[in-house]
């Protein structure tokens, strides 16, 4: 069974004909080839996978794509701007020593994201909650928070630059 | 050591990882991500029992299936294709498996769903026998025989030592503790599952890329893999994509590796094989489980007298490096604390359970928490503060230990005063509130383990001023790459981001033994700097004709060749890079170093100095522990290492506090369940790793 679906994918209007049985991260890492999104688990443990769906994080290998008709993905391809800038998360991820091996990092930076999106002011305890289903075994997590605690500044520098 | 006294520019600085941003952009590419034109899908089917004899095979339904090129057995293999460094493991098993591991049969397939398919259509019979799983009962006497041929399933291995007279020293000490230790099995979780793409060329050329801590020697392994195919001279070369999480876990080759091989060449088509999670726990290889036994005594001065150490390891089935484990324990049994007389025996047992494999540390951590456990019963037999003990026999600049290893430099004593400073041991009232401290040594400059601890380095400076460094040495995200260009960078006036660090490809990086033993920082950045030093010579050679300046006196800064005694005498270094190469009778910068360090290898005495230097250090714990339900919280945690100069500050913190969370995790929550052979928890649910909130 294929099925036509339409979706928002980075900013860009999507159609695809997919198979009902694909997962999301099927879907974006073999069929459209956005490497980025990794899967180091494929049962939705590790987190490697998480992507956001209208503002909500989720395990891109245990969500179907048919479920993104009509939503909004954002994947870890869409967080820089075109012309280069690392995302704030991205960014203080890589100066704060939040990336060793790597593979954990994209879906790190998404959990991230999908917090600091809603509530811009996290603190300690509520970065550990909000990234305690993305495992990482190089980094024991101490420079993951320093790195989300860091892009909280950036973006409220940032947000002070264009409001001043 | 003039580095030492200028100041650095480059070393020492907390750089970001270079390759960091390409990682958080999600642009790294992984072995998950290698695709190639007309790829196959290879998938392994593994045993049904621990312990059986395979009566017969048939998979003409698979060979049948649409989509399928190719099904092998372990007819297939080539006689002499095996593993391990005792080459006792074909990566198909024929006749007889000794574990759920051993692999049965292959296929490559269109896709890895029919691949999976085709999995399921091979009919086996077994005749299942009886398994032994418990390494101390597998060395009974009348024990089933994992190997019958070898008549015993103790391995033949040398771990028998003794420095002194420990017979002795027991009877003049004044105090004396005995206890049994035992270690569980874990295992690496590297977030990156473990694959491999192999393909040929028209030549019969292997290319694979695959995850490896050691480029060079699994050369050396595909090599005879090819041979043993029947294609001898041919070449195999390499390709390492970026590594997700390595810890000791790739120390050596696979079936999976071997078996890609086998069908990309029988299919005349690249073959993928991937592991998935399960897979990844239930077919790659574990830290082996110990159990240990340890006396200790002090005089009544509380000075250590003697150590007696004697383990079991579960070895497996079958042989790689997890059998060698020994070699490093021998390290903190030999030498931790000032102890003159040491006994250890240690046995490697084979068992129907998954073979056993290097894991960050290499057997260390068994040892030293056997040793460090034993220090705290003794400080208290002997009735003394367990830090105070420790000091009294802590090790020293200018020993040698009872193993010959010659400590140049030690802080350990500095590294218990931070501990006990930041800790404060004495205040704690609190019920189910207590605290714990031990030390560790470990090898820091190089370890030869093999004939050779080398590693090669190719340097070379285009006419920008720009260099490209290819080593022998490998990241997996420790920061080898970070390391390399600090270095370079330093010794020739540059930036870190000057100089592309090419670690993945052994078609033009040179030989290096791997990363392993904590060797990569002094061995390939030794290599890299000697590279370095050759080319600055040159450089300076050439400017000191251009600049009419005595080339020695001529110094490298901000991507500046200058005379320090004359401002007006200063060149950009790429301007000379360009007149060197544009000029009659015109030169390239280039230059190849090979770094060997001057330490010894063991020999059959096992004695000898096997690193230039050796690192110390203590971390300290405040836990507290519910009464009722056993249940442990960390409270504090203290570490203090004696690591030198630190080359870069922020990827060193990140080691120290990964390696402290997985130790953790060793001790507190990780474990594999091994339930007659079978791993019972083979998912993240169950093996429970710390996650962010712990």
């Known amino acids: 069974m294929t099925t036509k679906i339409s979706f928002i994918l980075n900013g860009d209007k999507i159609s695809y004909e997919i198979k009902d049985h694909w997962t999301l991260s099927h879907l974006l890492r073999e069929e459209m080839g956005l490497i980025g999104t990794k899967e180091g688990c494929g049962n939705g443990e590790c987190g490697a996978c998480t992507v956001i769906v209208d503002n909500l994080a989720v395990n891109s290998c245990l969500y179907l794509a048919i479920e993104i008709d009509d939503k909004n993905v954002e994947t870890i391809e869409g967080l820089a701007s075109t012309d280069g800038t690392l995302h704030p998360l991205q960014q203080s991820f890589v100066d704060n020593g939040g990336i060793q091996c790597g593979f954990c990092s994209p879906g790190m930076i998404m959990s991230s994201k999908a917090l600091l999106d809603e509530n811009p002011d996290a603190d300690r305890e509520e970065i550990k909650h909000a990234l305690a289903g993305n495992i990482c075994r190089c980094t024991g997590y101490i420079q993951i928070f320093e790195s989300v605690e860091a892009a909280k500044e950036l973006a409220a520098e940032d947000k002070g630059g264009e409001n001043g | 050591m003039d580095n030492l006294k200028s100041e650095l520019s480059v070393v020492g600085k907390p750089i970001p990882k270079l390759d960091a941003a390409q990682k958080a952009m999600g642009r790294a590419e992984y072995i998950q991500d290698v695709k190639l034109p007309g790829m196959l899908y290879g998938k392994i089917l593994y045993s049904k029992f621990a312990n059986a004899n395979i009566i017969k095979i048939d998979t003409s339904k698979a060979k049948a299936l649409a989509g399928v090129h190719a099904v092998l057995t372990g007819e297939d293999v080539p006689k002499k294709m095996k593993m391990g460094f005792i080459k006792d493991n074909p990566p198909i098993k024929k006749g007889r ?6 692999e049965v049969a292959a296929v490559a397939a269109i896709s890895p769903e029919i691949a999976k398919k085709a999995l399921a259509l091979i009919e086996i019979e077994y005749e299942e026998l009886e398994g032994i799983f418990d390494p101390e009962k597998a060395m009974e006497k009348d024990a089933p025989l994992v190997h019958e041929h070898l008549k015993s399933n103790v391995l033949k291995m040398p771990w028998n030592i003794h420095y002194g007279d420990v017979d002795k020293a027991e009877k003049e000490s004044a105090f004396v503790v005995e206890d049994r230790f035992t270690t569980t099995w874990v295992t690496h979780c590297c977030m990156g599952t473990s694959g491999a793409v192999a393909l040929f060329d028209a030549s019969d050329n292997l290319t694979i890329y695959s995850n490896t801590q050691i480029p060079s020697l699994a050369q050396k392994d595909f090599l005879e893999a090819l041979k043993s195919m029947g294609l001898e001279n041919k070449r195999a070369r390499v390709i390492k994509p970026i590594i997700g999480g390595g810890f000791g876990s790739k120390l050596d080759t696979y079936a999976y590796e071997h078996i890609a091989i086998l069908l990309a060449h029988k299919c005349k088509k690249p073959v993928k094989i991937m592991f998935d999670r399960v897979e990844e726990f239930n077919a790659t290889s574990t830290r082996q489980p110990t159990v240990i036994y340890i006396k200790q005594g002090c005089d009544k001065n509380g000075k250590l007298t003697f150590r007696d150490m004697r383990m079991v390891l579960d070895n497996g089935a ?5 059998a060698t484990t020994p070699s490093v324990m021998l390290m903190p049994i030999s030498s931790l604390y000032k102890v003159e007389n040491v006994k250890y025996n240690a046995k490697c047992v084979y068992t129907n359970n998954t073979y056993s494999q290097a894991m960050r540390g290499y057997g260390n951590p068994q040892a030293t928490f056997a040793i460090e456990s034993s220090m705290d019963m003794l400080a208290e037999k002997c009735g003394m503060d367990r830090v105070e003990f420790r000091k009294i026999n802590k090790n020293q600049s200018g020993d040698e230990t009872p193993q010959g290893l010659k400590i140049t430099s ?30 560790l040594i470990h090898v820091g400059g190089g370890a030869r383990i093999y004939g050779s601890d080398g590693c090669g380095a190719i340097l070379k400076m285009d006419d920008y001023g720009k260099v490209d460094i290819f080593t022998g040495g490998s990241d997996m995200g420790q920061g080898l790459d970070n390391i390399t260009a600090q270095i370079v960078a330093e010794e020739l006036g540059l930036f870190a981001e000057d100089i592309n660090v090419v670690h993945s490809d052994t078609d ?3 030989w290096d033994v791997g990363a392993h033993a904590s060797r990569s920082t002094f061995v390939a950045g030794n290599a890299a700097l000697g590279a370095a030093k050759k080319v600055k010579k040159k450089i300076q050679e050439f400017a000191s004709k251009i600049l009419d300046a005595p080339a020695e006196a001529l110094e490298f800064k901000d991507r500046n060749v200058f005379f320090p005694g004359d401002p007006e005498k200063t060149m950009p270094i790429g301007k000379l890079l360009r007149k060197a190469h544009f000029s009659p009778n015109g030169t390239m910068l280039m230059a190849e170093n090979f770094y060997d360090p001057d330490n010894q290898n063991m020999g059959k005495e096992l004695k000898g100095n096997m690193s230039m230097t050796y690192s110390f250090g203590a971390h300290g714990v405040k836990v507290k522990v519910d009464e ?3 249940k442990v919280e960390v409270l504090e945690y203290v570490a203090a290492h004696d690591v030198g100069r630190a080359i870069n500050p922020l990827l060193l913190e990140g080691q120290v506090y990964g390696g402290v969370v997985m130790g953790l995790g060793y001790a507190l929550t990780e474990e594999v369940v091994n339930q007659n052979g079978k791993n019972m928890n083979a998912n993240f649910r169950d093996y429970k790793l710390f996650t962010a909130k712990d």
């Open chain 2, 628 to 630: 009722e339900t056993g």
């Open chain 2, 97 to 102: 498996v000794s574990s759920f591991r051993d």
């Open chain 2, 318 to 322: 079958h042989t790689s490096w997890g």
């Open chain 2, 410 to 439: 030690c802080g350990l004593e500095e590294c218990i005063d931070a501990v006990k400073e930041e800790l404060k041991f004495d205040n704690n009232n609190e019920k189910g509130v207590g605290t714990g401290i031990a030390s």
């Open chain 2, 508 to 510: 033009v990086c040179p």
